[in-house]
C-alpha cells in the first residue's frame, strides 16, 4: 500500500486564506459600523464552539464512518452539567469550580457514550441514525420535564463565565479559551489521525470486514472514535455554558445537529481543516441571515425560516454537488485513485 | 446459430476491472457453463450481459441486436432471462405471486403460462397461497427457476444453481436445467460445482482473473489434466 | 381520565401516525432511504388543505359540521398538494442525487428544512386551523359509554380506516400493488423480471405523498396547523415503522396505532406523566432497533 505524505504546507495555506478572508471581512464590517466589537468577538467565540463541534463530529463521521444525530445532546450535556454545577440559579446549588465541573461533565459524557454506543455502534447507519436522533429527543425530553433537578423551562442562568480567574476581561477570556481548546483539539486529531490507531481507523472506514482480518477490532476502534467525538462535543457545550451563560431546554432542539452536520459536510468529511472552514462558514450563514433582512428584497420575511431556508438548499446542493466538501481528506491510505482524482483542487 | 454473443467485453465496479476482453457465445439449443475459480468473475460475466453491470466497451447481442447499454427491465423484454444465485424469490410474495411478477412483461399469457409450471413442478401448486420464504431450499431453487421462466425465454443465464442446496438436491437442479433446455431454451451458467455443471452442458469456459482461459467441448475440458488440476480440484 | 378515554385518544392518534407510517415505509423500502423530510411533508399537505378551507370560507361557504362536503374538498387540497410536492421534489432532488441511502437521508434533511421555511415564510409561524365548528363530545356515545368521542375524532379514525382498507385491497389484488410489494421485497429482482423502476417510484411518491398530507390534514383538524409540526411527528412515525418492520406496509398499520396508543396511554405507567409520551415511543423503538431490527411483523434481517 502507497503512503503519501499530506503536503502540509499546502494544506494549512489555503484553510489560512479562508479563515484569513472571514477574519478581513469581519474586520471591515467592524470599520464600516455594520458591526460592534463585542457582536464581532461574539461571533468569532461562537464561530469557535462551533469548530469544537465539527471536530467533534468529524471524528465520528469523517473518520469512523458512525452516523451521530445526537450531536446536540452530547454538547447539551455538557452545557447542563456546567450550568447545573455552576450556576447560582441550579436546583442542585452546588456552585462548583468550573474545571471540576468541567471534569464531571467529560467523565458523564463518556459515561453517556459508552452507554449510547455499545448498542447502538453495531447498528446499520441508517438505523443508527434514527436511534440516536431519538436518543437525543429523550434527552431533551428529560431535561424539559424533570424540572426539580434541571429548572425545565425556566432554564438556568447567572453560569459564571469562563476562567473569571485570568487577568483579562470576560470577552478576551472567552476568544482566549475557545481559540486555545479549538487548537489543542485540532492537534490532537491531527496527530492521531496520522497515528498507527488513525490507520487503522481508516482501513475500517473503507472495509470493516478487511479490517476484522487483518485482525482488528472494529467494534472497539469505532467506539473509541465514538466516545472521543462526544467528548469533544460535551467540552464544546460546557464551554458555551459558561460563555452565554443561560441554557434552556430549546437549545436542545435536534436542528442544531443538523446545523453541525452541515458544517462537516460542507467542509469534507474526515478533514479537520474542513470541520473547522465549515464551521466557520455555517455562523457566517447562520449570523448573516440576521443582517439578510436589511436588503429591500428579503424586508418581508423574519430571520428564522430564511436561515432554515439557506441551511436546507446548502445541504441540497451540497450533497448533489460537492458531496466531498469544500476541502476533501487528501492523506488517505486506501484510495490512492481519489488521491489523484483531488490533486488538482484546492 | 449463435443466439448470444459477447464479444471483446470489459467490465466492473466502479473504478475495479472485472472482465478483461471477455468473448463467449452461446449457441441455438446449448447449455454452456462458465467454471473457474472463486473471484475470477464468473458472476460479474453473467451481471454484464444482463445489464446489471455496465460493460465498459465491447458488444453483447442476443439473435443480432445489440443489447449491451441496456437496462435488465428492457433485456428482459426481449426473450432472455436470468436467475440470480442468492435473492432470486420475492420472499414476502406468495408463489403464485413471485410467478405473476415473473410474467409481468408477457401479462396476457400469464396464467397460461402459471399453469403450465403447475404441471411441471406440482410443488408450486400446492404452495402457490404459501409466502415463498416458508418454502424449502429445494422448492425455493424451483421457484426461482419458474419465475425466470415465466417469459418463455430463448436464452437463460443462470448463477451458481447448485450453490447453498443440500448434495443430494443438486442433482435434481441440474436435472431441471436439462429439462429447462430440452423445452428449447438456450442456457449459459456459471457453476462452482464444476464438474456437475460441465456434465450437463455441452461446452464450457474457464474464466480466470477476469480472462477467458481456456474453452471447449464440456467433455474436452473434463477429460483435459491440465485443467482438472487447475480448476476441477484435481 | 379513564384507560380506555386513553385508548380511544390513543386510536385517533394512531391513525394520523399510520396514514404517516405507511407513506414512510413505501420510501423507505422502494426508494432505499429513511426520508427526514415525511413529517414535512404531511405539514405542507396541511396548509394546502387549510389554502382551499379558507379559500372556501371567503367565497361563503360555511361548514356546519365537519362531516362535510367542506372537508372532502379540504383533503383532496391536502392530497393534490402533497403528491405535488412529494413528486416534484423526487425528479428536483432525489433523482438526480443518483447516490447511496446515506447521501439520500442527508439530502432529505436539508429537503425538510426547505418546506418547513417555505411553509413559515408563507404561512407565518402562529397556529392556524380549519374553518369548521368544534364540537364537543357526541352526546349519544357519552351517556352510552362515558367516553369523549367528538366528530373530529370519528372523522379522523372512520376516514383512516376506509384509506387502510382500500389499501389493503390495492396492494394485495391489484398488478400496480403486487408490483409494488415486489420491488420493496426485492429491488433487484423486480427489475430483472421487468418492473420499471420508474413505474413503482413514481408511485410510491405518489401514494406517500398523499397518504402523508391526509396524515397531515388529519394532524390539523386534531390538534391545530403549525409549521413546525412535522419535526414532533417524524420521530413517531419513524418509531411506528421500525416497529412494524420497515418495508412491511401492514407493519406500519400496525406499528402506528400501536405508537399512537403508547403515546397517549403513557400516564398509565406510574410515576410517568403525559409529557413523556413521545419519550415512550421513542424507547420503544430503540428497543426495537436493537433487539429485533427486522421489526415484530418483519423478516429476520439477515
Known sequence: MNVTIPKTDHELGSTSVVLLGLIVLLGLAILTGALTVSYATYLIALSGMYVLLALGLNVQWGYGGIINFAVVAFWGLGAYVAALATARTSPLGLEWHPLFALVVAIIFSVIAAILVGLPAIRLRADYLAIATLGFSEIFRLLVANETHITAGMAGLAGIPSVLEDLPFDTVTTNLLVVAVAGALVFLFLRRIHRSPWGRVMQIIKADEDLAESLGKNAFSFKMQTFVLGCVIMTIAGVYYAHFIGYVDPTDLDPLETFFVWVAVILGGSGSNRGAVVGAFILVAVLEGTRFLTDFSIFAALSTGPLRLLIVGVLIVLIMRFKPEGLYPPRDELIWPKSQTDTEGQS | MTVLD???????YGDLQILHDVSMHLEEDEIVCIIGPNGAGKSTAIKTIFGLVQPWTGAITLRGTEISGQMPEDIVRQGISYVPQTDNVFSTLTVEENLEIGGVTVSDESTEMIEKLYDRFPILEEKRSKKARTLSGGQRQILAFSRALMVDPDVLLIDEPSAGLAPSLVQDVFENVKQINSLGTSVLMVEQNARAGLNISDRGYVLAQGQVKYEDDAQAILENPEIGELYLGG | MSVIQLAVDGIVYGSIIVLGAVGLSLVYSIGDFPNFAHGDLMVAGAY???????????????????????????????????????????????????????????????????????????????????????????????????????????????????????????????????????????????RISGIRPRETVLTMWVGGGALAAMGGVFLGLHTLIRPLMGFDILLLIFAAVILGGIGSIYGAMLGGFAIGLAHEMTPVIPGVGSEYGAAVAFVIMIIILLVRPGGILGEETT
Open chain 2, 6 to 12: 459477447i464479444d471483446q467485453v470489459d467490465s466492473g
Open chain 3, 48 to 190: 394546502g388543505g387549510l389554502v382551499a378551507n379558507l379559500g372556501l370560507t371567503q367565497i361563503g361557504l360555511q361548514p356546519t359540521s365537519v362531516f362535510s362536503p367542506e372537508l372532502l374538498v379540504t383533503i383532496v387540497a391536502g392530497l393534490a398538494i402533497g403528491i405535488v410536492v412529494a413528486v416534484a421534489t423526487h425528479y428536483l432532488v432525489f433523482k438526480p442525487l443518483d447516490s447511496g441511502p446515506i447521501a439520500l437521508l442527508i439530502t432529505s434533511f436539508g429537503v425538510a428544512l426547505i418546506y418547513r421555511s417555505l411553509i413559515w415564510m408563507g404561512f407565518g409561524s402562529s397556529a392556524r386551523s380549519y374553518n369548521f365548528p368544534r364540537s364537543g363530545p357526541i352526546g349519544s356515545i357519552r351517556d352510552a359509554t362515558g367516553l369523549a368521542v367528538t366528530n373530529r375524532m370519528l372523522v379522523i379514525v372512520l376516514a383512516t380506516a376506509v384509506v387502510v382498507t382500500t389499501l389493503h385491497f390495492v396492494l394485495q389484488y391489484s398488478m400496480l400493488g403486487k408490483k409494488m410489494r415486489a420491488a420493496a421485497d426485492n429491488g433487484d429482482l423486480a
